[in-house]
């Protein structure tokens, strides 16, 4: 764990003790800080009382004695109003931090050239985390990951020279880190999110924009216009390279026949690795992923004045993927399972659809989202047959009528038994039995893990199935 230093003898505020906060009021405890934790759950407060965290009424404290409020980032800042905290602590002059603030304070006072990768975006960051860290640890270095992914930050080990810190992070959590200033700082994409969170999409890419602007190098994706805006303000700041899944750029990084190069200014080319017959980094999307990656590691190493000849083909063969993300989960026959739970919305099912040119047999519904799927209608000449289910399933069959043959199949296992029929029937090549609903979960499943482990589960029972390997 990390000891919040940067607090001893001061009075912090906490609000929200989900697993962050937690984590951010033993750091604060443990450094020295006079602590007062709150959280308007009683489950929540009664998780901090086992934890031998001090709690006190934020409602009616002496907000005049704190010096900052911690705040999860979970809990509203801006809109659709300020939370009620937020309010007494503006009103009391009270800073607004949250947990990724505290760590960059600790980096600062204590070891403030730890390489630090700090990654955002609206789509593929997860993921793109993940693999930074994979190459890190493929070429046998110290690698920390946590933020927005896995651990919250303040548990991992505190930062020293030869420690990687490999940080995904919300617009959530960008917006409560004023002093954000990673070794690296990456910028995926930017397409509409949260808004009811940030007012507009203008005010969501700002926020995104300050993981760049505070980096000792930026590394910015340029296949929408929010992200080439950033790179053009970021270049005249300082150092900035881009990269592109769309187009061959100098200097930057980009695909050629599905093989990561850096270019240089004068268009000489460097081969990094193929992601050709790469599962786990299969599609477009993934390609910028991978090349958000391998751009931060090598770039950062250069910064650092380390050796970037790694094994890069090696580790992104390697790379397990992500559960619940375009996840490869067994084979039937000829027939692909894919899970793609996590693709909650039509933006993210664009992408695993489109990573198939053809043969998909699609599970797909939930709760349903503003916009439907109506956005999606290009791809459904590569479906075979849909599968519908959860409260979407009317909603969807209207869009589907005419275009592409469906059932309601109402639930899960029903649509997993009806899919893995079809596709077994079918004269396709490798039929893709694919669960990418474009749907929250709520309706039938507490989260999208709870439902792609339902999945799993239902395709793992077929008889004579071959499952992948969990890694």
Not at 58 to 69: K, M, P, Q, R
Not at 258 to 272: H, I, P, Q, W
């Amino acid at each position: 764990m990390i000891r919040a230093t940067s607090f001893q003898g001061k009075s912090v505020a906490v609000f929200g003790l989900g697993a962050s906060g937690l984590a951010a009021a033993e750091a604060l405890r443990d450094g020295g800080a006079i602590v007062a934790a709150w959280d308007d759950g009683v489950a929540a407060r009664e998780a901090a009382i086992a934890r031998d965290i001090p709690l006190a009424d934020l409602s009616i404290a002496d907000w005049a004695g704190f010096v900052a409020l911690v705040l999860a980032p979970g809990v509203p800042l801006t809109h659709p109003e300020p939370h009620w905290t937020v309010k007494k602590a503006r009103e009391n002059g009270v800073e607004i931090i949250g947990d990724i603030e505290i760590f960059t304070r600790e980096r600062a006072l204590h070891s403030p050239g730890a390489p630090f990768i700090a990654i955002t975006g609206t789509n593929g960051k997860s993921t793109t985390t993940a693999l930074v860290t994979h190459i890190l640890r493929h070429a046998g270095l110290d690698v920390q990951m946590g933020g927005n992914i896995g651990r919250p930050i303040l548990t991992l080990d505190p930062p020293e020279p030869g420690r990687f810190h490999v940080i995904e992070m919300s617009s959530f959590q960008i917006d409560l880190t004023p002093t954000l200033e990673p070794t690296v700082g990456v910028m995926l994409n930017v397409t509409a999110d949260h808004i009811d969170r940030h007012g507009t999409i203008e005010n969501y890419a700002a926020i995104k924009e300050r993981i760049v602007q505070g980096a000792d190098i930026a590394a910015v994706g340029i296949d929408d216009e929010y992200g080439l805006a950033m790179l053009r303000r970021r270049i005249v700041a300082g150092p900035a390279i881009a990269f592109s899944a769309e187009k061959s750029i100098a200097p930057g990084y980009s695909l050629l026949d599905d093989t990561v190069v850096c270019s240089n200014r004068e268009g000489l080319a460097v081969k990094l690795g193929s992601l050709k017959g790469i599962p786990t980094l299969r599609g477009r999307h993934n390609g910028q992923n991978a090349l958000a990656a391998v751009a931060a590691v090598r770039e950062c190493l250069n910064a650092l004045g380390r050796s970037t000849d790694l094994d890069w083909q090696g580790a992104l063969s390697s790379f397990p993927g992500l559960p619940h993300r375009l996840e490869e989960i067994g084979r039937l026959g000829r027939t692909l399972f894919v899970n793609d739970s996590k693709a909650t919305n039509a933006d993210s099912t664009e992408k695993a659809l489109s990573s198939f040119p053809r043969d998909i047999f699609w599970i797909l519904g939930g709760k349903p989202k503003a916009g439907g799927i109506d956005s999606l209608t290009p791809y459904f000449g590569r479906i075979s047959k849909a599968y519908l289910i959860g409260e979407a399933a009317d909603e969807f069959a209207q869009t589907l009528e005419g275009k592409v043959p469906f059932v309601r199949s109402g639930t899960l296992d029903e649509a997993v038994l009806a899919a893995s029929r079809d596709a077994q029937s079918s004269d396709s090549a490798e039929p893709v039995v694919l669960l990418s609903p474009a749907c929250a979960s709520y309706d039938q499943f507490r989260n999208f893990e709870v439902r792609g482990e339902s999945f799993r589960g239902l395709v793992a029972s077929l008889p004579g199935i071959a499952m992948r390997a969990v890694s």
